[in-house]
C-alpha cells in the first residue's frame, strides 16, 4: 500500500509537470518571467501556511540545508526553467526533464559512497549522447537562441537533481507539506528583488493580461506548485530518489500532447532518439544501483 501510494504521488506530480511546460511557454507571452515564478510561488506559500502553521519549527542545524533545497528546488530551477522555456520549444522542455532520471542516479550513487563501476560509466555516456542530440539538436536546425534556450533547461534540470538529494535527507525528519511550505516561502524571499527590479521596469504588463494568462497562473500556483510539489515530496519521502526519478518520463507524454495540441510544435525523430537513448541508459544502470545495500 506504501509502495503504491508513493507510485500514485510521484506519477501524478510528473504528468502535471509535463503540462506546465505548454502551459507556461503561453503564460510566458503575457506575464514576465521573475513575476510569474513570484506570482506563483508566494501565493501557494501562503495558501499552505493555512496547513502548516501549527508545525514548522525546524532544527536550527537543519536551516542551512532547507535554503539550499529552496534555492536549488525553486529559485534557480524555476528560474532557468522559464528563462529557458522563453526561448525554445516547449516539447524539447518537456523530453530534457527525462534526463533527471540517469542524472539522480549519478547523484545517488556518489551519495551512497559506491565506486564507479563500468556499467555506470557506459549508462552516462550514452545518456550524455541523448542530452546532446535534444539540447543540441546535431541533425536539424535550431537557432542559436533555441541552443541557449536548451542550454538553461539543462541547468534548472541539474539544480532540480541536487535539490532531489537535499530534499529527501529533509523528509528523513520533516513532512512533506512543512517542506513545501518552506520551498515556496524561501523561494518567494529570494525572488523578490527581482519581482519589484521587473515590474517597476514593466508595470503595464497586468493590464494587458487576458484569461488566459490569469488561467496559466492559477494552473501554476494550484497544480504546479501546491498539488505537484507537495505529492512529489510525498512520494519522495516513501521511495529513494532514484526510483521516483523514473517517473520523469511520464513528463514527456503529457508535455507533448499540449505542446502539439496548444503550441503547433511537432515531435520530431531527434527528441526521439535522444529520450530512447536516456531510458536506454537508466535502465542499464538501475538494476545495479537497487541492488545495493546502502540503497535497501
Do not use: C
Request: cysteine-free; proline content about 3%.
Amino acid at each position: 500500500m506504501k509502495l503504491n501510494s508513493a507510485f500514485l504521488f510521484t506519477a501524478s506530480a510528473a504528468i502535471i509537470w509535463g503540462a506546465t511546460a505548454p502551459i507556461m511557454k503561453l503564460t510566458l507571452t503575457q506575464v514576465p518571467v521573475f513575476s510569474l515564478v513570484f506570482i506563483r510561488i508566494s501565493i501557494a506559500a501562503l495558501i499552505l501556511l493555512i496547513f502548516v502553521h501549527k508545525k514548522l519549527e525546524i532544527k536550527k542545524k537543519d536551516i542551512f540545508m532547507f535554503i539550499w533545497a529552496a534555492l536549488t528546488g525553486v529559485s534557480f530551477n524555476l528560474t532557468f526553467f522559464f528563462l529557458g522555456l522563453k526561448l525554445t520549444e516547449a516539447i524539447t522542455a518537456s523530453f530534457l526533464v527525462a534526463s533527471v532520471p540517469i542524472l539522480t542516479i549519478l547523484a545517488a550513487h556518489f551519495y551512497l559512497r559506491e565506486k564507479l563501476s563500468f556499467s555506470l560509466i557506459s549508462s552516462s555516456i550514452i545518456a550524455l549522447v541523448g542530452i546532446i542530440i535534444i539540447i543540441g539538436k546535431p541533425l536539424g536546425s535550431f537557432t542559436l537562441t533555441q541552443t541557449i534556450g536548451n542550454m538553461l533547461l539543462l541547468i534548472a534540470t541539474f539544480s532540480w537533481v541536487v535539490h532531489e538529494i537535499i530534499a529527501k535527507k529533509l523528509l528523513t525528519s520533516y513532512s512533506a507539506d512543512v517542506l513545501t511550505f518552506y520551498l515556496m516561502a524561501i523561494g518567494s524571499i529570494t525572488l523578490m528583488p527581482l519581482f519589484i527590479w521587473e515590474y517597476i521596469s514593466n508595470p503595464n504588463w497586468t493590464s494587458q493580461i487576458n484569461l488566459m494568462g490569469i488561467a496559466g497562473i492559477v494552473y501554476g500556483i494550484i497544480f504546479a506548485s501546491l498539488i505537484a510539489y507537495w505529492f512529489w515530496q510525498k512520494g519522495l519521502s516513501l521511495m529513494p530518489a532514484g526510483q521516483a526519478a523514473f517517473f520523469f518520463y511520464l513528463d514527456p507524454v503529457s508535455g507533448t500532447i499540449l505542446s502539439i495540441i496548444l503550441l503547433g510544435e511537432k515531435l520530431t525523430p531527434q527528441l526521439l532518439i535522444g529520450g530512447l537513448l536516456i531510458a536506454t541508459a537508466v535502465l542499464l544502470v538501475e538494476q545495479k544501483r537497487r541492488a545495493h545495500p546502502l540503497h535497501r
